[in-house]
């Protein structure tokens, strides 16, 4: 986010009282690969995890970037204006708890089992929704493409845990990708992924935003 200025020994015109003010571009931000998130999340008298993903659509967002400029963002891929998502986008997204059983300074320390179980995760009820504004939209016909359950390397002190016999907690992540309906949709909206606990009590919040 640099906005750099060239100063020249010709001078630098003033405009005239009235004009209107030149639309400098003051910021280029670029979407090769897609969007990405990552957020904390907690659940109450359990453990701490994070969610970590991308949003991604084939072609889409290859030279797509965003110009901010004195009037507003637009967004281009080459000499293009683009204005909405495609008709559908993959989410990818995938799901772990922290190693240590501390949670980050940001996430409500919690007690309990400090990981997450395969009981945990099946309680756990996933929300999609746009977000225009303030006002949040929940999608329908999300379509599931993948799932997996997979194990996760020991750390070092559970690998020593082990070595003396100690009994060592299962440790998984959790793999996920939907095709999500987008036809329609600006760019300015953004998508936001919320996990709810059996309780409806918010685990995690994220949004992808161009």
Same mark, same amino acid.
């Given at each position: 986010?640099?906005?750099?200025?060239? &100063?020249?020994?010709?001078?630098? &015109?003033?405009?005239?009282?009235?004009?209107?003010?030149?639309?400098?571009?003051?910021?280029?931000?670029?979407?090769?690969?897609?969007?990405?998130?990552?957020?904390?999340?907690?659940?109450?008298?359990?453990?701490?995890?994070?969610?970590?993903?991308?949003?991604?659509?084939?072609?889409?967002?290859?030279?797509?970037?965003?110009?901010?400029?004195?009037?507003?963002?637009?967004?281009?891929?080459?000499?293009?204006?683009?204005?909405?998502?495609?008709?559908?986008?993959?989410?990818?997204?995938?799901?772990?708890?922290?190693?240590?059983?501390?949670?980050?300074?940001?996430?409500?320390?919690?007690?309990?089992?400090?990981?997450?179980?395969?009981?945990?995760?099946?309680?756990?009820?996933?929300?999609?929704?746009?977000?225009?504004?303030?006002?949040?939209?929940?999608?329908?016909?999300?379509?599931?493409?993948?799932?997996?359950?997979?194990?996760?390397?020991?750390?070092?002190?559970?690998?020593?845990?082990?070595?003396?016999?100690?009994?060592?907690?299962?440790?998984?992540?959790?793999?996920?990708?939907?095709?999500?309906?987008? &036809?329609?949709?600006?760019?300015?909206?953004s998508l936001v992924l919320v996990m709810r606990?059996?309780?409806n009590r918010i685990a995690a919040r994220v949004? &992808?935003?161009?």
């Amino acid at each position: 986010m640099v906005a750099g200025i060239l &100063a020249s020994s010709v001078g630098i &015109a003033v405009p005239a009282a009235g004009a209107p003010e030149p639309n400098h571009e003051k910021n280029v931000f670029n979407y090769e690969g897609g969007l990405f998130l990552q957020t904390n999340g907690s659940v109450p008298n359990g453990p701490c995890f994070r969610i970590s993903g991308h949003v991604a659509a084939p072609g889409f967002f290859d030279n797509l970037k965003r110009i901010d400029t004195d009037t507003g963002a637009t967004f281009r891929r080459g000499s293009e204006n683009v204005t909405h998502f495609p008709n559908t986008i993959s989410l990818q997204f995938v799901v772990f708890d922290h190693y240590d059983a501390t949670c980050p300074p940001q996430v409500e320390n919690t007690s309990g089992t400090p990981h997450l179980t395969r009981a945990i995760m099946a309680s756990m009820h996933l929300y999609l929704y746009w977000k225009h504004g303030v006002e949040l939209t929940p999608i329908t016909n999300v379509v599931p493409k993948y799932f997996s359950v997979d194990p996760r390397p020991l750390t070092a002190s559970a690998r020593a845990e082990a070595a003396k016999g100690d009994p060592v907690p299962e440790r998984l992540s959790w793999s996920y990708e939907f095709a999500v309906p987008s &036809a329609d949709v600006p760019l300015s909206d953004s998508l936001v992924l919320v996990m709810r606990t059996k309780d409806n009590r918010i685990a995690a919040r994220v949004a &992808a935003r161009m």
